[in-house]
């Protein structure tokens, strides 16, 4: 795939947040590793009034080498990009439900069993931070240590994947499972799974890919 692919396919994934509903306006933001650099969403700019033109590439190291003003988040999507190699896009949102529960600063246990498409037995929730510093970055770095997915403190939340296409479909089922953690906490206290169940469904998953 060639930059000007990858321009496309950022914004189409950065629009399809919002016709999800899971950003709004000009909130949460979205990149993508354009060989040994990235492409990142643009500050402040209403998603409807975005183009390919408008997404700005940055290398590595944090420079600007075409384009505007970066995202204010870009630190933490370069440093997921360099400590990450197997990871290829990062997308952000303020969806209703994970942050409802970021706000609570709760990490989301083992509450239903597609938890473990997060990549452990729960979802991980950081510590507050100002965001667009570089300790958001860092408390989120380790939040996402052998994890997909993680909720940012009174904030949002922070998907990850392979691809664009992989990171949004980690965005949609985390917040599904948010809005059913939430809903549980309406009723009582969830059961939770325990640690031999998500080993077994883990192991159900890497037998279902080979099959797939």
Same mark, same amino acid.
């Given at each position: 795939?060639?930059? @000007?692919?990858?321009?496309?396919?950022?914004?189409?994934? #950065?629009?399809?947040?919002?016709?999800?509903?899971?950003?709004?306006?000009?909130?949460?933001?979205?990149?993508?590793?354009?060989?040994?650099? =990235?492409?990142?969403?643009?500050?402040? &700019?209403?998603?409807?009034? =975005?183009?390919?033109?408008?997404?700005?590439?940055?290398?590595?190291?944090? =420079?600007?080498?075409?384009?505007?003003?970066?995202?204010?988040?870009?630190?933490?999507?370069?440093?997921?990009?360099?400590?990450?190699?197997?990871?290829?896009? *990062?997308?952000? #949102?303020?969806? #209703?439900?994970?942050?409802?529960?970021?706000?609570?600063?709760?990490?989301?246990?083992?509450?239903?069993?597609?938890?473990? &498409?997060?990549?452990?037995?729960?979802?991980?929730?950081?510590?507050?931070?100002?965001?667009?510093?570089?300790?958001?970055?860092?408390?989120?770095?380790?939040?996402?240590?052998?994890?997909?997915?993680?909720?940012?403190?009174?904030?949002? =939340?922070?998907?990850?994947?392979?691809?664009?296409?992989?990171?949004?479909?980690?965005?949609?089922?985390?917040?599904?499972?948010?809005?059913?953690?939430?809903?549980?906490?309406?009723?009582?206290?969830p059961h939770i799974l325990t640690s031999q169940q998500m080993h077994? *469904? @883990?192991?159900?998953?890497?037998?279902? @890919?080979?099959?797939?």
């Open positions: 795939m060639n930059e @000007k692919q990858r321009r496309t396919e950022l914004l189409n994934a #950065t629009c399809h947040l919002v016709e999800l509903g899971l950003n709004r306006g000009a909130s949460g933001n979205a990149s993508v590793r354009d060989g040994d650099g =990235m492409l990142i969403t643009p500050s402040a &700019l209403l998603v409807s009034e =975005m183009t390919t033109d408008s997404l700005v590439r940055m290398d590595l190291q944090g =420079m600007v080498l075409q384009g505007g003003k970066p995202s204010s988040e870009w630190r933490f999507h370069r440093d997921i990009l360099v400590s990450r190699p197997e990871i290829n896009a *990062v997308i952000h #949102t303020h969806s #209703t439900f994970a942050t409802t529960i970021a706000c609570l600063r709760r990490d989301v246990p083992a509450v239903h069993y597609m938890i473990a &498409l997060a990549g452990g037995d729960s979802i991980r929730c950081t510590p507050y931070s100002v965001f667009g510093e570089q300790e958001l970055s860092d408390h989120a770095l380790e939040a996402l240590q052998g994890r997909k997915v993680c909720l940012l403190g009174n904030h949002g =939340m922070i998907a990850l994947g392979k691809d664009l296409e992989d990171a949004l479909a980690v965005a949609v089922e985390v917040e599904f499972l948010c809005e059913i953690y939430w809903r549980t906490l309406q009723i009582g206290e077994d *469904v @883990k192991q159900k998953f890497v037998e279902y @890919k080979k099959r797939s």
